[in-house]
């Protein structure tokens, strides 16, 4: 299969378009620019619709309306673009509409820097506006892994009528790597009956609706809708993990800072460190169960990430008190390096020898 250089931004783009995305509203923000404009290139080449929003609000909204109609519908923004979009995502949410949301996250808070971060993981996995209702949030981390879960976040948003969020950083959005297009078989997937696509008068109309006056219904559409949340954390958890048998100190990491988490771990185990890394892909549902099972036998874990630590909660929360749970981070677009990353494995390793 023929490989393609391709910057991250571009190649998310084109994937979407091959995932069958056909309706595209953006606005540009830096470092995710490219994908509106690689969209606004190329969408109309399919039949697609593109269409620059007047305003982020404007745009997630837009895309209420298209995924309504059945239509694979998608948005991009970085950091404060989505806080922007926080209410329609929920809107989305509470309507059971399939959508996917592409994040590639700058520094904050406010509009802070154009660098990367991973400064969005509370936002993003935390419930990111208000109600009860959780995204799918994957984390790739090579240019690749942004196409081929691009092409699966259109089918998770269809299987499980629920918003998915693409969550990268400013690295993957801009730097440039070869790529493959058609890995991605698909999905089987159920038919949009539903969708408020016509009726052709053989069926009654369909209503999209995220308003609940009873409450005794509005309950019980939580509920209902909380079970295949709970059906999701048993089935579309993904994860990597790589030395994590043998390993007295286990890195968590995801995106770009898992990648140079491993050539630290690389030199730790040169010293006689044993380490070993586990890189959670999907953000939302967790990997709570791996990283407790590896806990029975590591001494210490240390969250790795490009914010202040957010992750780390989440990493405490999996352990359960069965190990030491540390951080290291750099933030405000600061990327951390191999070597301080592996001063502080050396740090942590001569506490728990």
């Not at 991250?8 to 595209?24: L, V």
């Not at 493959?180 to 999209?208: C, D, Q």
């Not at 509920?223 to 100190?249: G, P, S």
């Amino acid at each position: 299969m023929e490989k393609v250089l391709m910057k991250g931004n571009e190649a998310i783009a084109e994937a979407a378009i091959r995932a069958g995305c056909r309706h595209f509203y953006g606005y540009p923000i830096t470092p995710q620019t490219e994908v509106s404009a690689y969209m606004a290139k190329n969408m109309p080449k399919v039949g697609g619709l593109f269409m620059q929003a007047e305003s982020e609000i404007a745009a997630i909204n837009m895309v209420y309306g298209s995924a309504s109609a059945g239509v694979r519908a998608m948005t991009s923004s970085s950091s404060p673009g989505i806080s922007l979009k926080a209410e329609g995502i929920s809107y989305i949410a509470g309507a059971d509409l399939p959508c996917v949301i592409l994040n590639i996250v700058r520094g904050g808070p406010g509009l802070g820097g154009i660098q990367p971060a991973q400064s969005d993981y509370f936002q993003a996995t935390k419930g990111l506006a208000h109600g009860d209702f959780k995204l799918v949030v994957l984390a790739p981390s090579s240019i690749q892994e942004c196409v081929d879960l691009t092409m699966e976040a259109f089918d998770i948003a269809d299987q499980y009528r629920m918003p998915v969020m693409i969550m990268g950083d400013g690295m993957l959005g801009q730097m440039m790597e070869p790529v493959t297009f058609g890995s991605y078989e698909g999905r089987k997937l159920p038919e949009k009956t539903w969708a408020t696509n016509g009726t052709g008068l053989k069926r009654a109309h369909n209503v999209i609706n995220s308003l609940y006056i009873d409450p005794d219904t509005l309950e019980k559409t939580v509920l209902d809708r909380d079970k295949m949340y709970q059906k999701i954390k048993e089935t579309e958890v993904k994860y990597e993990t790589e030395n994590i048998e043998d390993a007295d100190i286990i890195m968590v990491a995801y995106g770009t800072i898992g990648r140079i988490v491993k050539n630290a771990m690389k030199k730790a185990r040169e010293e006689g460190i044993k380490v070993g890394l586990i890189r959670p892909v999907t953000l939302w549902p967790f990997p709570e169960k791996v990283i407790n099972e590896a806990a029975d036998k590591a001494k210490a874990f240390i969250s790795v990430e490009m914010s202040t630590g957010q992750m780390v909660e989440d990493v405490k929360l999996a352990v359960n008190g069965k190990a030491k749970v540390d951080f290291y981070g750099r933030t405000g677009g600061v990327i951390p390096s191999p070597d301080e990353i592996l001063a502080k494995i050396k740090e942590v390793a001569g506490g728990i020898e």
